[in-house]
C-alpha cells in the first residue's frame, strides 16, 4: 500500500511502499484511511522530531506522518465489541507508556513519565497511509454526515480540553454557569486550533473576542462574524496597555504560540481569570516580563495553565460538538478545510499558503 513518510531533520515527506497492515490480535481493526489533516505538529515532526533521539518506531528508519484522519472499518479482530465493516471512526493520537498512573488510568494526556508515544508524531506510525491496523480502544465512531470534516475532530480535541482544564481550574469560584462563569473570553490566533476553540465557545453562548495579525476585512475576522464573535486586529491593541481596547476576559486561550503573546495575555485576564497556552512555543527565546504581571497573578487569583493532547471524554465532546457545530453554524467547519490534495499530491500538502486554514490530503479513491 501507499503511505506518506518522513525522516525528521529532512523537512521533506514522500511517498513510499510499505507492506499491507494486518490484523492479528483479536481487539484490532482494520481501517481504510479516508482523509487526513495536516497540521504544524507534522512540519515540525518533519523538520526535527519530536523528541531527542528522533523518535521513530522501533526497527524502522522513516516514519508514517498524519495524526489527523478519519477512515472506515474494512474488518475486525474476534473480540471486537462495538465496531463491524462500515463504520466510520476517528482513531486518537497517543499511546501511553504503560507505567505512570496517568496511563494506567486511561489518561495518557496527562502522562507522568513522558514516555508515551503518539502516532505519526512520535515512536509510532502515524495514518497517513491507505489502511492502518489499530485497538478498537483507540478508535472513535464518528456519524457518517462527518465524513468530510471529520479530521477536525483531532484538532477540536485540543480545544475542548482547554475549555474542560479552564472549567476545572474556575471550580473552586462561588459562580455557576457555563465553565464556572465564564463571561467573555479571547482567543488568540486565526489557525484552525484557534477557530475550533472560538466556535467550542461560541457554541456555549459564551460572548468571545478574538486577537489575531490579519486586518479588520480579512477573512479571520469575517469567520469570527460568522461565529458571532467580535474580532480585533492586534494592530489596534495598545501592548503596554491592552486592557483599553480589549477589555477583562474570564478565560483566555492563547493558540499563536508565539512568546510575547502568551505573556501580554496575563495582562487582560481579569480577577480569578484563566490563561491556557495551547500553542507551545517551540523556540529557545527569552521575552521581558514586568514584575508587575507576575505581581498581578497574584493580586487576582490568576492561573496560568498550558495543555496538551485529550482524553477519551474530550474526544468524544469533539465529535458531539462538530456535529452541533455543523447546524449551529452553518458551512463554517466545512471552510475550515481550504485546501485539499490527492495522495499522489501529498508532499506538496504540507507547504504553507497564504490564506489557508486547513489542508487535507484525499486517500480513498
Ligand atoms: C496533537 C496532539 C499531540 C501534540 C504533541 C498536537 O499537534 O494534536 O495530539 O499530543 O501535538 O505532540
Redo the contacts with the bound molecule.
Keep these: 500500500m501507499r503511505a506518506v513518510v518522513t525522516r525528521p531533520g529532512t523537512g521533506r515527506a514522500w511517498i513510499q511502499d510499505l507492506p499491507d497492515p494486518k490484523v492479528v490480535a483479536d481487539d484490532e481493526v482494520l481501517i481504510q484511511i479516508l482523509r487526513v489533516g495536516v497540521?504544524g505538529?507534522d512540519r515540525e515532526v518533519m523538520a526535527h522530531g519530536?523528541r531527542s533521539g528522533r523518535g521513530l518506531p522501533a526497527g524502522d528508519d522513516y516514519l508514517v506522518i498524519g495524526?489527523e484522519a478519519v477512515g472506515r472499518v474494512l474488518s475486525v479482530g474476534r473480540g471486537v465489541r462495538a465496531l463491524s465493516a462500515g463504520d466510520l471512526v476517528v482513531p486518537t493520537?497517543?499511546r501511553g507508556c504503560d507505567t505512570c498512573l496517568a496511563c494506567l488510568n486511561g489518561q495518557a494526556d496527562l502522562c507522568f513519565s513522558g514516555n508515551y508515544r503518539?502516532r505519526g508524531?512520535v515512536g509510532l506510525h502515524g495514518f497517513l497511509a491507505e489502511r492502518i491496523v489499530d485497538h478498537e480502544e483507540n478508535l472513535i465512531p464518528v456519524p457518517p454526515e462527518l465524513a468530510a470534516i471529520a479530521p477536525l475532530v483531532?484538532s477540536l480535541c485540543?480545544p475542548e480540553k482547554a475549555l474542560r482544564r479552564i472549567g476545572n481550574a474556575r471550580s473552586h469560584l462561588p459562580v455557576g454557569g457555563e465553565m464556572n462563569g465564564v463571561q467573555r473570553a479571547l482567543v488568540t490566533g486565526s489557525g484552525p486550533i484557534a477557530l475550533l476553540a472560538m466556535m467550542a465557545l461560541r457554541l456555549r453562548g459564551i460572548p468571545t473576542w478574538q486577537l489575531a495579525r490579519q486586518p479588520v476585512d480579512g477573512p479571520a475576522a469575517a469567520l469570527a462574524r460568522r461565529l458571532g464573535a467580535d474580532y480585533v486586529p492586534l494592530q489596534e491593541v495598545n501592548l503596554e496597555d491592552p486592557q483599553t481596547r480589549l477589555g477583562e476576559f474570564d478565560a483566555v486561550i492563547e493558540a499563536t504560540g508565539a512568546v510575547e503573546m502568551s505573556v501580554l495575555m496575563i495582562g487582560v485576564l481579569g480577577r480569578n481569570g484563566v490563561l491556557d497556552l495551547v500553542g507551545g512555543p517551540p523556540e529557545r527565546k527569552a521575552v521581558p516580563i514586568e514584575a508587575a504581571a507576575l505581581g498581578s497573578m497574584v493580586g487576582r487569583n490568576l492561573t496560568v495553565l498550558g495543555s496538551?493532547?485529550a482524553n477519551a471524554d474530550d474526544w468524544r465532546a469533539s465529535v458531539r460538538d462538530l456535529s452541533a457545530m455543523r447546524t449551529v453554524f452553518e458551512g463554517v467547519a466545512e471552510d475550515l478545510i481550504t485546501h485539499t490534495f490527492d495522495l499522489s499530491d501529498a508532499e506538496h500538502a504540507f507547504g504553507r499558503v497564504p490564506g489557508q486554514i486547513k489542508a487535507v490530503v484525499d486517500i480513498a479513491a
Aim: contains cysteine; hydrophobic residues 25%.
Design positions: 497540521c505538529t519530536n495524526h493520537v497517543r503518539e508524531i483531532e485540543t496538551v493532547n
